[in-house]
């Protein structure tokens, strides 16, 4: 892992989403073609070059996200957003804990002293072999956290006590 000091978070498999990134960037340009010189919808190729797309653009999004902590606070990023806040602003960090598909999904969410929140796009722990990887960060960030905000932070929120324990979500509609 990375010094106590600073932590960082990447993507797990970047090679293999630049391939799928890639994929679907050929797939696009195969489904536009195909479209554009007259294919139906009912055209093999365009529907395949479709398939590479939609398998394609949620591999950006992943390959994009990173999450930066060091002395100065939190720095999370994705393709479409960056935030950053400073460690006296952070109030706790919680595990949120969804299912997904049968599958139980760890993630990270920021609580803040004014109650908003936001889940960090990574550290997720997702399968069995993740757990050890993901419990490591959060330690890691957790005592960044406890290092590096100042007193009014040390004050646990009501609910979940001091964020040791998981938070169950429920799953709202189909997303």
């Not at 002395?71 to 460690?87: H, I, N």
């Amino acid at each position: 892992m990375t010094d106590s000091r600073t932590v960082s978070c990447r993507p797990t498999a970047p090679r293999t989403l630049a391939y799928l990134i890639a994929s679907g960037v050929l797939g696009a340009g195969v489904a536009a073609a195909r479209f554009v010189y007259g294919a139906a919808f009912d055209d093999p190729w365009a529907d395949l070059g479709l398939v590479f797309t939609v398998v394609g653009v949620p591999c950006v999004h992943l390959l994009g996200a990173r999450v930066d902590a060091d002395a100065e606070g939190l720095r999370s990023r994705t393709v479409l957003r960056r935030r950053s806040v400073p460690w006296r602003d952070v109030a706790d960090l919680r595990v949120q804990v969804r299912e997904v598909r049968g599958t139980r999904v760890r993630r990270v969410r920021v609580v803040r002293h004014d109650g908003r929140t936001w889940r960090l796009p990574l550290p997720v722990s997702g399968a069995a072999d993740d757990q050890v990887a993901f419990d490591a960060k959060l330690a890691a960030l957790r005592a960044l956290h406890r290092r590096h905000a100042l007193g009014a932070s040390a004050t646990p929120l009501p609910g979940n006590g001091s964020g040791t324990g998981p938070v169950r979500v429920p799953r709202v509609g189909g997303a």
